[in-house]
Nanobody, 122 residues
């Protein structure tokens, strides 16, 4: 069974950067696409980025396009989300999740991490 653990969240000033990590165990990442989602207080969970099993295909929400970069290291079973030019509206709990194919529909994902909190404030 795939188990995912996120890390790398924290407090950053607007315009700053963070790199989130999603470490997998229990199953090689070669068999699953990984998506990053976020949920702010009072808001629905939204898809941020997704990367295919091989890393050959990625997708981004319009709100993060050009600022966030998703990548994966299947040898180390880790997926990263590099977040640059952070804005206050990026503040949320960020989750990674696994699915057979990339999607921004949370119900397509069967394995979820516990989340990591990102704060963006001056």
């Amino acid at each position: 069974q795939l188990r995912l653990v996120e890390s790398g969240g924290g407090l950053v000033r607007p315009g700053g950067s963070l790199r989130l990590s999603c470490a997998a165990s229990g199953l090689d990442l070669d068999y699953t696409a990984i998506g990053w989602f976020r949920q702010a207080p009072g808001k629905e969970r939204e898809g941020v980025s997704c990367i295919s099993k091989t890393g050959g295909s990625t997708k981004y929400a319009d709100s993060v396009q050009g600022r966030f970069t998703i990548s994966r290291d299947n040898a180390d079973n880790v997926v990263y989300l590099q977040m640059n030019s952070l804005k206050p509206e990026d503040a949320a709990v960020y989750y990674c999740a696994g699915a057979p194919q990339c999607s921004f529909w949370p119900y397509d994902f069967g394995s979820w991490g516990q989340g990591t909190q990102v704060f963006v404030s001056s």
